[in-house]
């Protein structure tokens, strides 16, 4: 087929299809609407996309994502810091927070384990997960894994880990209110709580 | 709603959200996708917006979207230059260009008459149009307006004009085999090759 765009326009579209659920209409369209805009919001949003890489950084204590060095959640002196709900990504935070059923404390793993992938514990934040739980104030662990093998197989290595630590600490697991096979992320917020209050202990 | 996001996560979402046909939760997505992604990979999106917005012009010729003087079909010696396409936006040629009926130039109104919204010929590049038509070498005007209302009214507005002057030139519109309503740009190729093939003189 002849060439059908300007290269800048066809290297927009390209980049905006690699964006997940955008297929090719999609990208053209949001290209086409770029194009169309005043600069100063097409600018925007080029800005907005390297403030984000730029100001973005990883929580030095649980690891959801932080603007500073501590995430807005554990520089909040009103969370209760006895409870620590173990996460697979900072979106799971998003999720339960919605829900707005828990008060406690996170820890992002930033993944699960997933051997055939080559993601064992050293590529997670277990250590720093380790570290934390031994700590005085922390009386419970409340694994908030997504409910898949792959979560599943995580939440059972943790459980191991915890109990074998030289302290007393509750672990919970959520409800299996969830789903099965479906995402934390995409759970709606009412599910999310009743798995939050009615999470079991091991 | 306690704050779920860092400034700049909430930010890029927002931006997100402004793209067409983009809600809340793909640009939720979207952002956290940005924030997953390679340092590079996410700047790529963002110096794409940029050149974009940077490196395109108006063609002078015909108005398409153009990275030189002159887009890439008014500078293609191969296409004949005796058949003018009239189109309301560079989105429109895109869509015929992929039915690959047509080997003539175009002409981008930029628009089309809508006096409700303050749209009238001035608004529009209907004069560079005219003064097009009035080249010995053309013969033919094509109207391929959208089939709506306004794009009526458009072409309607154009055959007098075209019409008036002192040069014999074939005006035609497309087939309406367009199904009324909908955007030119949504049509399928085929039915589009239809409407280019099935072309009425007015």
Chains 1, 2 share one sequence.
Do not use: W
């Amino acid at each position: 087929m002849a060439k059908l765009y300007p290269d800048s326009i066809q290297n927009l579209i390209e980049r905006f299809a690699e964006l997940p659920g955008i297929g090719a209409r999609s990208a053209e369209r949001m290209a086409f609407y770029i194009l169309a805009s005043a600069r100063d919001e097409a600018m925007s949003l080029a800005i907005a996309i390297r403030d984000v890489k730029k100001n973005i950084r990883a929580c030095k204590r649980c690891f959801n994502v932080a603007e500073h060095e501590l995430c807005h959640i554990c520089s909040d002196y009103k969370r209760d810091n006895g409870l620590i709900c173990v996460v697979e990504l900072p979106r799971d935070i998003i999720a339960l927070e919605k829900c707005g059923g828990y008060n406690g404390e996170y820890h992002v793993l930033q993944g699960r384990l997933e051997p055939s992938a080559g993601v064992g514990p050293e590529q997670l934040r277990i250590q720093e997960l380790i570290t934390r739980v031994a700590e005085p104030e922390v009386r419970e662990v409340i694994l908030a894994l997504n409910p898949t093998t792959e979560g599943d197989i995580t939440a059972t290595y943790l459980i191991e880990l915890i109990s074998g630590l030289d302290k007393e600490v509750i672990i919970t697991r959520l409800a299996r209110g969830l789903a099965s096979g479906t995402d934390l992320e995409a759970t709606a917020p009412s599910s999310l709580e009743y798995a939050l209050k009615g999470r079991q202990r091991v």
